[in-house]
């Protein structure tokens, strides 16, 4: 058994599609208002238009150690889709990204991974705020994460997928998140 996990494992290692990744796991927020069809979206540094998200580092929530890891993932490090982490880290990447002044009240819609990679994970929560939460939300970066965001908006259903959007909008993403603004 421990020769074909060692096989299995070099197999993996040379189909990575990334050598390394920002933390073991990541996760990220998409904020929509399903009453009026809009999408939140933020530029990052690539000029490229992206939701709040980050990686999963090791020590998290408390002794956060920040890093790359190496391709494949090490099996310790490895997360279940359903690991309770991948939320709190999107909502506080949220926070860090668009909620420095407060977040809207919300409505968790849906939460998949969208992106896997030699056990490399990315989830991907939707959340839905009212009209009215929307018009009071004013997205702000904490000041130590300014730099993570260039520009800011909500975008209708016939704009955002106009932008040049970041490569975590996967093509199951944009389908979910069309199903939801309507």
């Not at 058994?1 to 993996?12: G, V």
């Not at 904020?31 to 999408?39: A, L, R, Y």
């Not at 933020?42 to 391709?71: C, N, V």
């Not at 977040?103 to 896997?116: I, M």
Request: glycine residues 8%; aromatic residues 14%.
């Amino acid at each position: 058994m421990k020769l074909l996990r060692e096989t299995i494992r070099r197999i993996i290692l040379e189909a990575c599609k990334r050598d390394r990744y920002w933390g073991f796991a990541a996760a990220g927020t998409v904020v929509i208002c399903s009453e009026d069809s809009s999408v939140y979206l933020h530029q990052r540094p690539s000029m490229k238009w992206a939701y709040p998200g980050g990686g999963l580092q090791a020590g998290f929530p408390d002794a956060i150690i920040e890093r790359y890891y190496d391709t494949p993932i090490p099996e310790d490090l490895r997360v279940e889709p359903n690991d309770p982490r991948l939320f709190e880290l999107a909502i506080e990447e949220l926070e860090e990204e668009a909620g420095y002044l407060g977040l809207p009240k919300y409505k968790l819609l849906d939460g998949f991974v969208t992106y896997e990679d030699c056990g490399f994970i990315y989830k991907t929560f939707i959340v839905d705020v009212s009209l009215d939460e929307k018009l009071k939300w004013t997205p702000q970066p904490a000041p130590e994460h300014a730099w993570e965001v260039l520009d800011d908006g909500w975008y209708s259903k016939n704009e955002w997928e106009l932008k040049d959007l970041h490569r975590g909008f996967t093509p199951a993403l944009i389908e979910a998140i069309k199903g939801y603004i309507q």
